[in-house]
């Protein structure tokens, strides 16, 4: 296993805590053998203020410890494919502290191909007392953004429609100013993650360098813990997911936007 990353080989050698982070019907409908389930989706959270970090670090303390999420344990998140869902459990443990935590590269889909068993049986975790200990470099909430704007790179991961602001999905449309944008689907090819020198080059050629000060930016903090991932396996130093996104920065009223036809 490399970092964030497993392979089909990682799972079938056995001692980690698979966690299936589909929809509740993709599970029902066959998932690896012993996968607990977690709907993440279910898990939005638009709110970085101190309050609102807060409860968000006990919420999620709280449904890792249901799943039996130990430290001692290597969890590997697992999706359809590469995706979002299981970036977003990446991501989240990786934040609140735990030292080794990984996605199935290429999800379900890659299990299958592989020969993989597959089970309709649900499984449960055994209930842990897990501590989450977050760690402030990974995560940048709403007033870090505001306070730093001017140093900081932000990267847009959001499709090009709402990048642009012909999508509107909050209050307002349009983008942070300075935002550059890749499209966290770009991150991937058949699937898996790009090897990591396609990946360097890509970000490169966005304008986003090592050394930057790095903050994925979606709708609501999935597609950006997707591109995260793929910083981190970069090399990226400073990454820090804005988990509210812009289901936080598009509905308040004090923030800056760059809005459609590059009005503020």
């Avoid at 970085?48 to 249901?66: A, H, I, Y």
């Avoid at 996605?103 to 501590?131: F, I, N, P, Q, Y």
């Avoid at 790095?214 to 597609?223: A, E, F, I, S």
Wanted: aromatic fraction near 8%; charged fraction near 25%; hydrophobic fraction near 40%.
């Amino acid at each position: 296993m490399t970092r964030y990353l497993a392979t089909v080989e990682d799972v079938k050698a056995g001692g980690a805590l698979v966690i299936d982070c589909r929809r509740l019907q993709s599970y029902e409908g066959g998932h690896i053998p012993g996968a607990v389930k977690l709907d993440i989706y279910e898990h939005h959270w638009p709110d970085t203020t101190p309050r609102g970090v807060k409860l968000f670090v006990w919420q999620m303390q709280e449904v890792m410890r249901r799943l039996g999420v130990t430290n001692s344990k290597r969890v590997i998140a697992v999706d359809e494919d590469s995706g979002m869902l299981a970036a977003r459990l990446v991501w989240t443990l990786d934040w609140l502290g735990h030292p080794d935590v990984a996605m199935l590269d290429g999800g379900m889909k890659a299990w299958v191909a592989a020969g993989g068993d597959v089970s309709k049986e649900s499984s449960a975790g055994k209930r842990s007392a897990w501590t989450a200990r977050p760690d402030a470099s990974k995560m940048i909430t709403v007033d870090g953004i505001k306070r730093g704007l001017k140093k900081l790179t932000v990267v847009d991961t959001r499709s090009p429609e709402e990048y642009a602001g012909t999508l509107v999905r909050a209050a307002r449309s349009g983008t942070i100013p300075g935002a550059i944008p890749v499209h966290y689907v770009d991150n991937l090819r058949g699937g898996k993650f790009k090897p990591v020198e396609e990946l360097r080059a890509m970000y490169a050629a966005a304008g986003v360098e090592a050394g930057d000060d790095v903050v994925p930016l979606c709708n609501g903090g999935y597609r950006s813990a997707h591109s995260y991932v793929a910083l981190r396996l970069c090399g990226f130093a400073k990454v820090r997911n804005y988990y509210a996104a812009w289901q936080e920065w598009g509905n308040r009223p004090d923030t800056p936007i760059l809005k459609p036809g590059g009005k503020r």
